[in-house]
C-alpha cells in the first residue's frame, strides 16, 4: 500500500522594528565668579580701600572682607558654596597656601547672601588679618609682591571659574615700649651690675623690623636733691654692668637692637634693652625722675 505524505509547511513572516532612542538631556552651566571687592563691611559691594593700601592695627586684628557676586545661569538655587583665600602673591604655593597669619587667610566656607537677580548670589568671606601681615609696600618686607584675593564658587554639579583682585598691604612700625624705667632703691656711690640692672623688654606689635632710638633731652635726672648727671644713665643691648654700657646724650642714638618681624608662631618677638645707672658721692637724695626718649624706627 502506498501513502501519499503531504508536508504541509506555515509561513512565518518575522517582521523586525528598529528602535530610535532620543534621551532628554539637560543642558548646565558652570557657575562663575562676577565680581570680587575688599570691604571693611560685610556683603558691603564696593572697594573700601581704593587705590590705596590695607592699613594693619597694632598688636591686634585688623577684619576685612572679601566680598562680590556669584553666577550660575541654571539659577541661584544651584550655587552650593563660595572659598576664598587672601594671600601674598609670592607665598608659598599660591591660592593653595595653608593658612598663615604672615602671608596667607583661607575661608572655605563664605557665607551666602540673596540678590534680586534669579541667577545670583553675593558672598562675603571675613578675613582677620593679624598686626604681622607682610607688607609689599615700597620699604615694606615684600616691596615687589602684592596681596591677592581669590575667590571660587561651586554649584551642585562642579566647580566653576575663580576671580581675583589685588591689594596692597601698608607697612606697621609698632613696638611695645614701657612707659617707666625704674632702678629702685640705690646708695649714694653705687653702680649697677650685670645682676641688678633695669631690663625693659620691646615687643613688635607690626611687621617692621624694628629698632630704638634713645636719648635724654634734659642735662641729668632731677632728683628731690640734686641731679644725676645724664651721662651717669647707661643703655645696652646686652646684659653688661655700669662700665660696659653707653651713656645717653641729647641726640638720638640708634641702638641697632633689631626686633625681628613676627611669625605665625611668635606674633610678638622681644628684644631686651638694658639699663645702668650711677649714682654720685653725694649731693642727691630723694625720688629722681626725668623724661627719657625711646623712639621704635625701622631698622
Not at 167 to 177: D, R
Not at 191 to 209: C, D, H, I, R, Y
Request: aromatic share 6%; proline share 3%.
Amino acid at each position: 500500500m502506498k501513502y501519499l505524505i503531504a508536508l504541509s509547511c506555515s509561513s512565518f513572516i518575522i517582521a523586525m522594528m528598529m528602535c530610535s532612542l532620543t534621551p532628554t538631556v539637560r543642558a548646565t552651566s558652570a557657575p562663575t565668579v562676577v565680581s570680587v571687592v575688599i570691604a571693611v563691611t560685610a556683603n558691603g559691594q564696593s572697594d573700601s580701600f581704593g587705590g590705596g593700601s590695607i592699613d594693619l592695627n597694632a598688636g591686634t586684628t585688623r577684619t576685612i572682607y572679601v566680598n562680590g557676586v556669584v553666577e550660575d545661569l541654571d539659577g541661584k538655587a544651584d550655587i552650593v558654596g563660595v572659598s576664598g583665600v587672601f594671600y601674598r602673591s609670592g607665598a608659598p604655593s599660591g591660592n593653595l597656601c595653608v593658612a598663615d597669619t604672615a602671608y596667607c587667610y583661607a575661608v572655605s566656607s563664605c557665607s551666602l547672601g540673596d540678590n534680586a537677580d534669579a541667577n545670583q548670589k553675593t558672598f562675603s568671606c571675613q578675613m582677620n588679618l593679624l598686626h604681622i601681615a607682610q607688607s609689599t609696600v615700597s620699604g615694606g618686607q615684600y616691596p615687589n609682591e602684592n596681596w591677592v584675593a581669590y575667590v571660587t564658587v561651586t554649584d551642585s554639579e562642579s566647580s566653576g571659574t575663580n576671580n581675583a583682585t589685588t591689594k596692597e598691604m601698608q607697612s606697621l612700625l609698632s613696638l611695645e615700649i614701657p612707659g617707666t624705667i625704674s632702678f629702685g632703691m640705690r646708695d649714694l656711690n653705687s653702680q649697677s651690675t650685670a645682676e641688678n640692672n633695669t631690663e625693659t623688654a620691646l615687643l613688635q606689635k607690626g611687621n617692621v623690623q624694628a629698632d630704638v632710638e634713645v636719648s635724654m633731652s634734659a642735662t641729668g635726672l632731677a632728683c628731690a636733691s640734686g641731679v644725676i648727671p645724664r651721662a651717669n644713665i647707661k643703655w645696652s643691648i646686652t646684659d653688661v654692668a655700669y662700665a660696659s654700657g653707653t651713656s645717653l646724650t641729647a641726640s638720638a642714638v640708634d641702638t641697632n637692637i633689631d626686633i625681628p618681624y613676627g611669625t605665625s608662631g611668635n606674633a610678638s618677638p622681644s628684644k631686651i634693652l638694658y639699663w645702668n645707672i650711677g649714682i654720685p658721692v653725694d649731693g642727691v637724695g630723694g625720688s629722681c625722675s626725668t623724661p627719657v626718649t625711646v623712639n621704635a624706627i625701622a631698622h
